[in-house]
């Protein structure tokens, strides 16, 4: 048989409000308290930095000089909502609100590393661009280049994200794609409160 407990306010032994209910407003705990959720606890709906995901290469992808080349992904570390395929996220029903969205792409080239730049498109279109170089080395005849972006967009319903490439080599460039060192990686979250 199932009970149903009607009140406004839980308080503690002391009268301090554990849970108050004020018109629409559900208050928990007051100023100074510490609220725990569990380890293991599993937070849903507007307290979850969902949806989200992280992708990875597997395999190397050519980058054409002088062309804007959208790069893929075939490996997701996680996927909460489904949401991703093989190069684009896509924003799912009900999850209008602002997203951190990052990556980091690797690329090799024979001889001298020529400009790399990462664009994060939102619905085909440029809203953020970066060459930021934070790692270049040599290794033989190649040298090697890994630039991050990141930035927060206002996202709604099917609202897609997609990550493209540029570079002036006059050659191809190969994207990295390491099992053991994930130097090319695109990610996303919903943020809370924002």
Do not use: W
Not at 31 to 56: C, E, Q, R, W, Y
Not at 81 to 103: E, L, M, R, W
Not at 163 to 172: A, E, F, M, N, V
């Amino acid at each position: 048989m199932a009970s149903i407990l009607k009140v406004d306010t839980i308080q503690d032994q002391d009268g301090n409000n554990i849970i108050n209910e004020s018109g629409d407003t559900i208050t928990i705990g007051a100023s100074g308290d510490t609220i725990t959720v569990p380890t293991g606890a599993t937070i849903s709906g507007a307290l979850a930095n969902t949806p989200a995901f992280f992708v990875t290469k597997s395999v190397f992808q050519g980058v054409a000089t002088a062309t804007d080349t959208k790069l893929t992904f075939d490996t997701e570390v996680y996927d909460t909502n489904n949401a991703f395929a093989s190069s684009t996220f896509t924003v799912p029903s009900g999850q209008d609100g602002k997203y951190f969205i990052s990556a980091s792409v690797g690329c090799r080239n024979a001889g001298n590393i020529p400009s790399v730049q990462i664009f994060i498109r939102k619905n085909t279109s440029t809203q953020i661009a970066g060459n930021v170089r934070t790692h270049t080395y040599s290794s033989g005849t190649s040298q090697y280049q890994t630039n991050t972006i990141n930035g927060c967009f206002s996202l709604s319903a099917s609202d897609t994200i997609e990550l493209y490439c540029y570079q002036d080599s006059g050659g191809t460039l190969e994207i990295n794609a390491y099992a053991s060192v994930e130097d090319t990686f695109f990610y996303g979250y919903k943020l809370i409160g924002a």
